[in-house]
């Protein structure tokens, strides 16, 4: 569920906005968008993802919206963590070149 939107970081370019399916966002002109229906986030990551500036905090594991400590979330690297685990960078997909899922086939946890 989405958590954070950092309005240290955020650039108001609204990206999050656009990308989300559920319509989570309520955009404002000139200031970060607001969270505004925490409830119907899906927890799809889509706003994390297109987020150019690490702004964003979407919980995996939370099943409520909850307080969460900003400076704690940067400290810990978990501000755009997810973007960067799937290898996007500055909101742009990037390549395979980090993906070793194809490990699981080299030790036989998955067999051809």
Known sequence: MIE???HDRCITCQACVSACPENVFDKREHAPP????PDD????FLCELYCPVDALYVSPLADAHETVDEQQL???GLLGSFARAMGWKRAIPGGTENDLTY???EDGRVST
């Open 34 to 37: 607001v969270i505004a229906r």
């Open 41 to 44: 986030c899906q927890t799809c």
């Open 103 to 105: 490990r699981m086939f």
């Open 74 to 76: 940067i400290e810990s």
């Open 4 to 6: 954070l939107v950092s």
